[in-house]
């Protein structure tokens, strides 16, 4: 059994089998600490490892965390789980979408991190060498505070095919409606694949609220994919989804107004206008179409817009 301790367990006091033990995991060279609970099962088995709140405005994926963490029972685990949420509990507190307080940076755009990096380098860092001691990442993520989504789910395509293939079935067993590879290489599960750790990139919820019904679909969720992986006992249930190839993220090129002029779950052509950013006056600035065939994963929703923020993304099929 790989076993998932991090050091900040000091020597002699490693949790026993059959036990959960909670606390924070501190970020060398930063203020941040960040709360994790481990669960040691009573059985051998697998070594998983679950963040939520990378990024802080997701809210659904948090409250899951904290509810996943107070009812997994350690007698009924297989192996360990260690469960880190919110990551990013400044950027949480501060109600911040994307970034983090400390630097200005998208932590899940520096992954894997530097050890002797900015605030967000080091807490990618951090989760990195987690990842690499896990058998299994599962990254819970959301539309944020200014984003509505239609729930996915976001695989690697990078690193070892088997285990990428192993990502892309987990990745359907949550039940959402799409599953995408992504071949990039500087956010959470893409250092994973690098490091050969499977895993995923989950997306429920959005626009900053987050409902009992939400978090109670992504903890039967997450428990599917737990019991595919023998941690915890019990069927699986299989799930239609539809595999799309990849998720092209129209970015902005203008400060301004924005203006999208297609909606979540729309099938829509190349070519086809996505929306327009006008200035503060109404003046269209630019107008921006899709690249490719394909369904609206996501869109912002917020009327302001700045420079290379993310405006919409498509699923290709
Ligand atoms: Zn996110």
Redesign the pocket.
């Known amino acids: 059994m790989i076993q998932l301790i991090h050091p900040h367990f000091p020597a002699g006091k490693t949790p026993t089998p059959n036990s959960k033990v909670r606390g924070f995991i501190p970020v060398p060279g930063t203020p941040v600490e960040m709360p994790f609970t481990f669960i040691h099962g009573a059985k051998p088995g697998k070594a998983i490892l679950l963040t939520g709140g ?2 802080g405005g ?1 809210y659904p994926c948090i409250e899951t965390a904290i509810q996943l963490a107070n009812e997994l029972d350690p007698a009924e685990v297989s192996g360990t789980i260690l469960i880190i949420s919110p990551v990013n509990t400044a950027a949480f507190l501060a109600r911040m979408q994307y970034y983090g307080p400390f630097d200005g940076k998208n932590l ?1 755009r520096v992954f894997p991190g530097k050890a002797t990096g900015t605030v967000s380098e080091r807490i990618a860092y951090a989760v990195y060498q987690l990842q690499q001691a896990a058998d299994f990442f599962l990254d819970l ?2 539309g ?1 505070i200014h984003e509505g989504l239609v729930p996915f789910v976001i695989y690697s395509k990078l690193g070892d095919p088997a285990k990428a293939e192993q990502s892309r079935l987990a990745s359907a067993l949550l039940g959402f409606p799409y599953v995408v590879g992504s071949v990039s290489d500087n956010g959470s599960i893409g250092a994973a694949a690098q490091a050969g750790t499977p895993g995923f990139l989950a997306e429920l919820g959005q626009c900053g609220r987050w409902s009992p019904e939400e978090v109670d679909q992504y903890k039967a969720a997450v428990r599917n994919v737990l019991r595919s992986l023998e941690v915890i006992p019990g069927a699986v249930e299989q799930h239609q989804v539809a595999f799309l190839e990849k998720m092209l993220v129209t970015t902005a090129t203008e400060d301004g107004c924005w203006y999208p002029a297609v909606q979540l779950e729309d099938r829509v052509k190349k070519g086809q206008k996505l929306g327009e950013i006008r200035d503060y006056f109404g003046t269209v600035k630019a107008e921006y179409l899709s690249d490719s065939d394909g369904i609206v994963l996501y869109l912002v929703t917020s009327l302001a817009i700045t420079t290379n923020d993310p405006l919409c993304a498509i699923g290709v099929l």
């Open positions: 990378v990024h997701e899940n993520h959301g944020d």
